[in-house]
Structures are given as C-alpha cells and as structure tokens.
Antibody, heavy 115, light 109 residues
C-alpha cells in the first residue's frame, strides 16, 4: 500500500525558514518523480515543486523559485522541501504527491507564516 | 504558470450527469495529453479520478470519464450520487511545471 506522510509544518515568522519532509513507503521510491503541491486556506491547489527520481532534475513554480529547494534521499525514501524567506502568502497546507499524474497524496502538513 | 479556468460551481440531481470544463492554452492542456482530475472532500487530501485525459485509476467508478478538445478538457460524472459532492480540480503538465484549475464545487441537489 502506497503511503506518503508529510511532517515539519508549523508556525513561522515572515522571513523565517522551515523544512518539510515526506516519508514514502509501499513503492520503489527511487524510480518515481515526486512533487509538492500546496493549498492556501479556502483556496485551490497550486503546484510548488518537483524532483526527478534520481534527484538530478528539479523544478519550481515562479512563486517560490530562489526561496524553496526540493531534495530527496532515496536511501531513506524521503523527500524534502527547504523553505526560506517565507512570506504570509506561503501559508498553506503542503501536500507531497507521487509521479507525474499525482496518483497518491499525503495527508498534508500546515505551514502558517505569521508574526 | 497560469491557472486553468474552471467554472466555480456545478450541480445536478441524483442520477443525472454533469460536465465540468477546464480551459487552458496550447502550452498546457492543448499541448500535452497529461490532463488529470482530482476530487477533494472537505478536510481531505485530493484523490486522482482521471489521468492522461481519459484514463481511470483502479477503483474509480466508470461513472467518471474525461475528454479533451483543443485547449479544453472536460470531466463528466454520470449517475450522480450524493457522495460525488466535492470540489474537483483539473491539472495539466505544462513542460517542467504544472497548472491547476481554480476548482469546481459540485453540488448534488
């Protein structure tokens, strides 16, 4: 059974940093691209970032480029999102999702950027 | 990355059919056959319902179907059930990034 479990969310001040994790199980993690998608309170879904199976290729939405860094550790079946220079508009539930078609999603972790 | 355009709401009575549209451009919906649809119930994570325009994952009822014409994709839900009431989002691959629609709230009357 595929499982994705996000962690690391919380309350952070504007300008602060946070690292999210996505622990995967139930599939061969290293052969699948993985993604981060966020949803601001009461709003729709927004694609944030993606990383290839090997970790050699990374992709970012314009809204987070230069501030967020995606990475993965295939030996521990975990993906990360390092978030710097956080803004109020980054407040959202952050989901990790598997593969190009986002066929499985985690339950999400809430990031709140506020003073 | 521009958002795809969906109607904010749609509705139908039990047993009826409803179609939700998703309009993009030749750089996303029209340029790739990687259009997906997701169902989201309140407080829950999205669930994949349709991928690659018209394919259904295992376990998704065949009441859900997808299609595409030009820059517009569509999701049709036939034989509406109360449990189909949810938010529905389309997404499209757009070459090294993805676009999502703003979401459509489907109400079963």
């Amino acid at each position: 059974e595929v499982q994705l479990l996000e962690s690391g969310g919380g309350l952070v001040q504007p300008g602060g940093s946070l690292r999210l994790s996505c622990a995967a199980s139930g599939f061969t993690f290293s052969i699948y691209a993985m993604y981060w998608v966020r949803q601001a309170p009461g709003k729709g879904l927004e694609w944030v970032s993606g990383i290839s199976g090997s970790g050699g290729n990374t992709y970012y939405a314009d809204s987070v480029k230069g501030r967020f860094t995606i990475s993965r550790d295939n030996s521990n079946n975990t993906m990360y999102l390092h978030m710097n220079s956080l803004r109020a508009e980054d407040t959202a539930v952050y989901y990790c999702a598997k593969d190009l078609i986002f066929d499985f999603w985690g339950q999400g972790t809430l990031v709140t950027v506020s003073s | 990355q521009s958002a795809l355009t969906q109607p904010p709401s749609a509705s139908g009575s039990p047993g009826q059919s409803v179609t939700i549209s998703c309009t993009g451009t030749s750089s996303d919906v029209g340029g790739y056959n990687y259009v997906s649809w997701y169902q989201q119930h309140p407080g829950k994570a999205p669930k994949l319902m349709i991928y690659e325009v018209s394919k259904r994952p295992s376990g998704v009822p065949d009441r859900f179907s997808g299609s595409k014409s030009g820059n517009t994709a569509s999701l049709t839900v036939s034989g509406l059930l109360a449990e189909d009431e949810a938010d529905y989002y389309c997404s499209s691959f757009a070459g090294n990034n993805f676009s999502f629609g703003g979401g459509t709230k489907l109400t079963v009357l």
